[in-house]
Antibody
Framework: QVQLVQSGSELKTPGASVKVSCKAS????????VNWVRQAPGQGLEWLGW????????TYAQGFTGRFVFSLDTSVSTAYLQISSLKAEDTAIYYC????????????WGQGTLVTVSS | EIVLTQSPGTLSSSPGDRATLSCRAS???????LAWYQQKPGQAPRLLIY???SRATGIPDRFSGSGSGTDFTLTISRLEPEDFAVYYC????????FGQGTKVEIK
């Protein structure tokens, strides 16, 4: 069955960087894109963008260019989200989700990774 | 950017009730590219509906989606205990955006 397993919680200080991983199994990784979505504590869902796992081409939502970088290691069916120059307002649960074929909704989701930014 | 507004913010209902959740877009959603998700505390969102009315794999038929243009609805015909959760709509006709969510709570 399709599974997306994310790396564990992270506690970072402001200005640091973090890299969240999302390992996929149960399907051909390069056939489906990966969306990234975040959820601040007690808040709703916010789409960060997606990465084409076939070409490696990333697409970033408005407001998420520069500090947010999507990458891949197709040899281990894993997508990554790196956030640099962390701010307190980046504190959130970060989810990866398998992108449906041809359409940008998330058909299966990882369990989420809590990133806490605090001094 | 298309802004999605969900109503009500909270719906207080009893098991067995019919629940109707609304999602209104600030401009027309291309080709009815609208999805609904369910999220329970401490869990990731789960896809319920895509393309406005198509049920995702394994979703019970008490969940149904309808609408087009700027007005969309998720209906739960008879609430089961496991249906009390937060529901989000998302449009993907242009750069994806989510609504702010509707919490369905037990009355």
């Amino acid at each position: 069955q399709v599974q997306l397993v994310q790396s564990g919680s992270e506690l970072k200080t402001p200005g640091a960087s973090v890299k969240v991983s999302c390992k996929a199994s149960g399907y051909t990784f390069t056939s489906y894109g990966v969306n990234w979505v975040r959820q601040a504590p007690g808040q709703g869902l916010e789409w960060l963008g997606w990465i084409n796992t076939d070409t490696g081409n990333p697409t970033y939502a408005q407001g998420f260019t520069g500090r947010f970088v999507f990458s891949l290691d197709t040899s281990v069916s894993t997508a990554y989200l790196q956030i640099s120059s962390l701010k307190a307002e980046d504190t959130a649960i970060y989810y990866c989700a398998r992108k449906a074929l041809g359409y940008n909704y998330g058909s299966e989701w990882g369990q989420g990774t809590l990133v806490t930014v605090s001094s | 950017e298309i802004v999605l507004t969900q109503s009500p913010g909270t719906l207080s209902s009893s098991p067995g009730d019919r629940a109707t959740l609304s999602c209104r877009a600030s401009q027309s959603v291309s080709s009815s590219y609208l999805a609904w998700y369910q999220q329970k505390p401490g869990q990731a969102p789960r896809l319920l509906i895509y393309d406005a009315f198509s049920r995702a794999t394994g979703i019970p038929d008490r969940f149904s989606g309808s609408g087009s243009g700027t007005d969309f609805t998720l209906t739960i015909s008879r609430l089961e205990p496991e249906d009390f959760a937060v529901y989000y709509c998302q449009q993907y006709g242009s750069a994806p955006t989510f609504g702010q969510g509707t919490k369905v709570e037990i009355k």
